[in-house]
Protein backbone atom coordinates (compact mmCIF):
# COMPACT_ATOMS: atom_id res chain seq x y z
CA UNK A 1 0.00 0.00 0.00
CA UNK A 2 1.22 3.53 -0.52
CA UNK A 3 1.27 5.37 2.44
CA UNK A 4 1.43 9.58 2.77
CA UNK A 5 2.93 10.62 6.19
CA UNK A 6 1.77 14.37 6.54
CA UNK A 7 3.02 15.80 9.38
CA UNK A 8 1.79 17.99 11.93
CA UNK A 9 3.30 21.63 13.23
CA UNK A 10 6.99 22.11 13.56
CA UNK A 11 7.90 18.94 12.08
CA UNK A 12 9.43 17.66 8.76
CA UNK A 13 9.31 14.40 6.99
CA UNK A 14 12.13 12.91 9.29
CA UNK A 15 10.27 13.12 11.72
CA UNK A 16 8.82 10.12 11.20
CA UNK A 17 11.36 8.33 11.37
CA UNK A 18 10.75 5.12 13.74
CA UNK A 19 7.45 4.83 12.15
CA UNK A 20 8.29 5.02 8.59
CA UNK A 21 11.32 2.42 9.51
CA UNK A 22 8.21 -0.17 10.52
CA UNK A 23 5.76 0.65 8.13
CA UNK A 24 8.44 -0.09 5.21
CA UNK A 25 9.19 -3.55 7.41
CA UNK A 26 5.73 -4.20 6.68
CA UNK A 27 6.10 -3.79 2.98
CA UNK A 28 4.21 -0.74 2.53
CA UNK A 29 5.24 1.89 -0.23
CA UNK A 30 5.81 4.88 2.81
CA UNK A 31 5.85 8.99 1.63
CA UNK A 32 6.76 10.55 4.57
CA UNK A 33 6.65 14.42 3.12
CA UNK A 34 8.13 17.77 4.09
CA UNK A 35 6.03 20.26 3.19
CA UNK A 36 6.96 23.66 1.89
CA UNK A 37 8.27 26.29 4.05
CA UNK A 38 9.12 23.33 6.54
CA UNK A 39 12.85 23.14 5.08
CA UNK A 40 15.64 24.40 7.05
CA UNK A 41 16.19 27.96 6.31
CA UNK A 42 13.34 28.14 3.71
CA UNK A 43 11.58 31.29 2.93
CA UNK A 44 8.07 30.49 4.63
CA UNK A 45 7.11 33.54 4.72
CA UNK A 46 4.42 33.49 1.74
CA UNK A 47 3.80 29.62 2.08
CA UNK A 48 -0.26 29.25 2.39
CA UNK A 49 -1.98 26.95 3.59
CA UNK A 50 -3.23 25.27 -0.05
CA UNK A 51 0.39 25.48 -1.16
CA UNK A 52 1.13 22.45 1.40
CA UNK A 53 -2.24 20.73 0.35
CA UNK A 54 -1.56 21.19 -3.55
CA UNK A 55 2.34 19.48 -2.68
CA UNK A 56 0.50 16.38 -1.15
CA UNK A 57 -2.25 16.31 -3.70
CA UNK A 58 1.10 16.47 -6.62
CA UNK A 59 2.37 13.28 -4.62
CA UNK A 60 -0.68 11.33 -4.48
CA UNK A 61 -1.09 12.41 -8.59
CA UNK A 62 2.19 10.32 -9.13
CA UNK A 63 1.41 7.48 -7.32
CA UNK A 64 -0.17 4.19 -9.22
CA UNK A 65 -2.81 3.10 -7.31
CA UNK A 66 -4.45 4.59 -4.11
CA UNK A 67 -2.96 6.00 -0.72
CA UNK A 68 -3.63 6.03 2.62
CA UNK A 69 -3.06 9.29 3.79
CA UNK A 70 -1.69 9.88 7.17
CA UNK A 71 -1.65 13.32 9.29
CA UNK A 72 -0.53 14.20 12.37
CA UNK A 73 -2.43 17.31 14.15
CA UNK A 74 -2.43 20.31 11.31
CA UNK A 75 -1.44 17.33 8.91
CA UNK A 76 -4.85 16.27 9.52
CA UNK A 77 -6.72 19.07 7.96
CA UNK A 78 -4.10 18.99 5.29
CA UNK A 79 -4.89 15.63 4.34
CA UNK A 80 -8.65 15.87 4.23
CA UNK A 81 -8.30 18.67 2.38
CA UNK A 82 -6.66 16.46 -0.18
CA UNK A 83 -8.97 13.61 0.35
CA UNK A 84 -11.06 16.39 -0.68
CA UNK A 85 -9.89 17.42 -3.87
CA UNK A 86 -8.63 13.22 -4.84
CA UNK A 87 -11.79 11.23 -3.22
CA UNK A 88 -11.01 8.69 -5.66
CA UNK A 89 -7.68 8.40 -5.23
CA UNK A 90 -7.68 8.06 -1.64
CA UNK A 91 -8.28 4.14 0.18
CA UNK A 92 -8.48 5.92 3.89
CA UNK A 93 -7.19 8.90 5.87
CA UNK A 94 -5.58 8.11 9.21
CA UNK A 95 -6.18 10.83 11.67
CA UNK A 96 -3.18 11.11 14.38
CA UNK A 97 -3.96 12.86 17.01
CA UNK A 98 -6.37 15.03 14.67
CA UNK A 99 -9.48 14.71 12.81
CA UNK A 100 -10.96 16.05 9.70
CA UNK A 101 -11.00 20.38 9.21
CA UNK A 102 -14.36 21.33 7.94
CA UNK A 103 -14.57 24.03 5.16
CA UNK A 104 -13.85 27.80 6.47
CA UNK A 105 -12.56 26.82 9.52
CA UNK A 106 -8.96 26.75 10.82
CA UNK A 107 -6.00 24.82 12.14
CA UNK A 108 -4.95 27.47 15.01
CA UNK A 109 -4.69 31.41 14.36
CA UNK A 110 -4.33 31.49 18.49
CA UNK A 111 -0.36 30.73 18.59
CA UNK A 112 2.36 33.08 19.01
CA UNK A 113 3.89 34.60 16.29
CA UNK A 114 7.38 35.81 16.43
CA UNK A 115 8.95 37.89 13.00
CA UNK A 116 6.18 36.82 10.78
CA UNK A 117 6.15 32.96 11.71
CA UNK A 118 5.09 30.58 14.29
CA UNK A 119 8.05 28.92 15.75
CA UNK A 120 7.73 25.94 18.47
CA UNK A 121 6.39 27.87 21.56
CA UNK A 122 7.09 27.05 25.33
CA UNK A 123 6.12 24.28 26.48
CA UNK A 124 3.57 26.13 29.13
CA UNK A 125 1.41 27.16 25.86
CA UNK A 126 0.46 23.43 25.54
CA UNK A 127 -2.65 21.63 27.70
CA UNK A 128 -0.96 18.89 30.03
CA UNK A 129 -2.73 16.33 28.12
CA UNK A 130 -0.39 17.39 25.34
CA UNK A 131 2.85 16.82 27.19
CA UNK A 132 1.99 13.13 28.29
CA UNK A 133 4.85 11.10 27.93
CA UNK A 134 6.77 13.68 26.49
CA UNK A 135 9.93 13.36 29.11
CA UNK A 136 13.08 16.13 29.04
CA UNK A 137 15.23 14.02 26.15
CA UNK A 138 11.94 13.98 23.99
CA UNK A 139 11.28 17.48 24.54
CA UNK A 140 15.13 18.16 23.93
CA UNK A 141 15.11 16.30 20.29
CA UNK A 142 11.47 17.80 19.44
CA UNK A 143 13.00 21.51 19.88
CA UNK A 144 16.15 20.56 18.28
CA UNK A 145 14.58 19.58 15.36
CA UNK A 146 11.41 21.89 15.21
CA UNK A 147 11.07 24.52 12.44
CA UNK A 148 9.05 27.54 12.37
CA UNK A 149 5.54 26.52 10.84
CA UNK A 150 4.65 29.43 8.08
CA UNK A 151 2.05 31.81 9.68
CA UNK A 152 -0.68 31.47 6.80
CA UNK A 153 -1.01 27.94 7.09
CA UNK A 154 -2.11 28.32 11.20
CA UNK A 155 -4.71 30.83 10.16
CA UNK A 156 -6.01 29.96 6.41
CA UNK A 157 -9.26 29.00 6.19
CA UNK A 158 -9.74 25.33 4.89
CA UNK A 159 -11.82 25.41 1.66
CA UNK A 160 -13.69 21.95 0.46
CA UNK A 161 -15.78 21.84 -1.96
CA UNK A 162 -17.03 18.11 -3.01
CA UNK A 163 -19.24 16.05 -0.99
CA UNK A 164 -17.70 12.40 -1.66
CA UNK A 165 -15.26 12.94 0.94
CA UNK A 166 -17.28 11.81 3.12
CA UNK A 167 -17.57 8.57 1.70
CA UNK A 168 -13.65 7.87 2.01
CA UNK A 169 -13.38 5.69 5.52
CA UNK A 170 -11.14 7.45 8.12
CA UNK A 171 -9.47 5.77 11.23
CA UNK A 172 -8.64 8.69 14.10
CA UNK A 173 -6.38 7.48 16.30
CA UNK A 174 -7.10 9.30 19.75
CA UNK A 175 -4.06 9.86 21.58
CA UNK A 176 -4.95 13.02 24.44
CA UNK A 177 -8.57 12.71 23.86
CA UNK A 178 -10.30 9.19 24.59
CA UNK A 179 -12.37 8.01 22.16
CA UNK A 180 -15.30 7.61 24.11
CA UNK A 181 -15.16 11.35 24.85
CA UNK A 182 -15.13 11.67 21.05
CA UNK A 183 -18.16 9.56 21.03
CA UNK A 184 -20.18 11.93 23.48
CA UNK A 185 -19.33 14.67 21.11
CA UNK A 186 -20.42 13.17 18.31
CA UNK A 187 -24.07 11.94 19.85
CA UNK A 188 -24.24 15.33 21.38
CA UNK A 189 -23.63 17.46 18.05
CA UNK A 190 -20.69 18.98 19.09
CA UNK A 191 -19.15 21.62 16.54
CA UNK A 192 -15.79 20.35 17.24
CA UNK A 193 -16.41 16.93 15.50
CA UNK A 194 -19.09 17.55 13.02
CA UNK A 195 -17.27 17.00 9.94
CA UNK A 196 -15.97 13.67 11.10
CA UNK A 197 -20.10 13.25 12.48
CA UNK A 198 -20.53 13.49 8.47
CA UNK A 199 -17.63 10.40 7.28
CA UNK A 200 -19.95 7.43 6.41
CA UNK A 201 -17.24 4.84 7.59
CA UNK A 202 -15.52 5.99 10.60
CA UNK A 203 -13.62 3.81 13.37
CA UNK A 204 -12.35 5.72 16.68
CA UNK A 205 -8.63 3.64 18.03
CA UNK A 206 -7.56 4.56 21.56
CA UNK A 207 -3.32 5.36 21.58
CA UNK A 208 -3.19 6.94 25.45
CA UNK A 209 -0.39 9.58 25.60
CA UNK A 210 0.56 13.03 24.52
CA UNK A 211 -0.14 14.76 21.10
CA UNK A 212 3.11 13.33 19.28
CA UNK A 213 2.38 10.10 19.76
CA UNK A 214 5.51 9.31 16.74
CA UNK A 215 7.92 10.94 19.69
CA UNK A 216 6.51 8.96 22.80
CA UNK A 217 5.06 5.68 21.41
CA UNK A 218 6.44 5.36 17.69
CA UNK A 219 5.90 1.41 18.11
CA UNK A 220 2.10 1.63 19.03
CA UNK A 221 1.57 3.85 16.45
CA UNK A 222 3.44 2.33 13.69
CA UNK A 223 0.83 -0.65 14.76
CA UNK A 224 -2.32 1.20 15.13
CA UNK A 225 -1.70 2.36 11.46
CA UNK A 226 -0.98 -0.81 10.01
CA UNK A 227 -4.15 -1.73 11.68
CA UNK A 228 -5.88 1.01 9.98
CA UNK A 229 -4.16 0.00 6.51
CA UNK A 230 -5.24 -3.56 6.71
CA UNK A 231 -8.74 -2.55 7.27
Known sequence: MELVLIPGFWLDGDSWGPVTADLRAAGHDVHP??????????????????????A??????????QAVLVGHSGGGAIAWAVADARPDSIARVVFVDSGPLGDGNVINDELPVV????????????????????????????RSIAIPEPVHVTSDKQVLSDPRRYEVPATVICCEMPSELMRQWIAGGHPFVAELASVRD???????????????KPAELAVAIRAAVER
Not at 202 to 216: A, K
Open 33 to 54: LTLPGMSSGADRSAVTLRDQVD
Open 56 to 65: VIAVVDSLAE
Open 115 to 142: DGEVPLPEWDVFEPEDLVDMDDAIRAHF
Open 202 to 216: YELVDLPTGHWPQFT
